[in-house]
T-cell receptor
Framework: GQSLEQPSEVTAVEGAIVQINCTYQ??????LSWYQQHDGGAPTFLSYNALDGLEETGRFSSFLSRSDSYGYLLLQELQMKDSASYFCAVRDLGYNFNKFYFGSGTKLNVKP | DADVTQTPRNRITKTGKRIMLECSQTKGHDRMYWYRQDPGLGLRLIYY???????NKGEISDGYSVSRQAQAKFSLSLESAIPNQTALYFCATSDFGGDYIDTQYFGPGTRLTVL
């Protein structure tokens, strides 16, 4: 099975940089994904790392290190609209390759 | 129009009742999923389907059943609802896209309350 751990809550100020970590214990996975969910809304896809290293998409970047069983989402130039919950997720490798596992989510509070 | 739709959006029911939540998609994806979300527990997989002939249990399938009526439709049923099934339910689809990017597309969710 898969187990992904994230901090439950993070607070930062507008304009700052924040890093949301995801540590995992897995038997193998294809890649690490990140999703954003605003209160009352549906999760939406943000970023994906198939390989180790940094992937950049505008203000958001995501990093994966398989050797350290660790990844993170980096949000730069924080805006109030970035206040949301963020989830890391993996897709299983092998027989259950259609199965996704999500972390418990990190609630990001952006303050003025 | 939304690519993934869920009906109803909100439902209040009583213990013991049978409930069906429906999901439709226009994305043409083969894979469909049902998740449950509880505060502080993230998204937990209930059932998933690779195609109309393929149904698989997820982490928390007890008390639930599903039907894949067509490629575009995937329904979740609670045979006899109980209060601890009160949660937000999401349907999602996915496709194995180019560049090996796995992306899940979520519906708007159904908020179910069991009294």
């Amino acid at each position: 099975g898969q187990s992904l751990e994230q901090p439950s809550e993070v607070t930062a100020v507008e304009g700052a940089i924040v890093q949301i970590n995801c540590t995992y214990q897995t038997s193998g996975f294809y890649g690490l994904s990140w999703y954003q969910q605003h209160d009352g809304g549906a999760p939406t896809f943000l970023s994906y790392n198939a390989l180790d290293g940094l992937e950049e998409t505008g203000r958001f970047s995501s990093f994966l290190s398989r050797s350290d069983s660790y990844g993170y989402l980096l949000l730069q130039e924080l805006q109030m609209k970035d206040s949301a919950s963020y989830f890391c997720a993996v897709r299983d490798l092998g027989y259950n390759f259609n199965k996704f596992y999500f972390g418990s989510g990190t609630k990001l509070n952006v303050k003025p | 129009d939304a690519d993934v739709t869920q009906t109803p959006r909100n439902r209040i029911t009583k213990t013991g009742k049978r409930i069906m939540l429906e999901c439709s998609q226009t994305k043409g994806h083969d894979r469909m999923y049902w998740y449950r979300q509880d505060p502080g527990l993230g998204l937990r997989l209930i059932y998933y389907s690779f195609d109309v002939k393929d149904i698989n249990k997820g982490e928390i399938s007890d008390g639930y059943s599903v039907s894949r009526q067509a490629q575009a439709k995937f329904s979740l049923s609670l045979e006899s609802a109980i209060p601890n099934q009160t949660a937000l339910y999401f349907c999602a689809t996915s496709d194995f896209g180019g560049d090996y990017i796995d992306t899940q597309y979520f519906g708007p969710g159904t908020r179910l309350t069991v009294l």
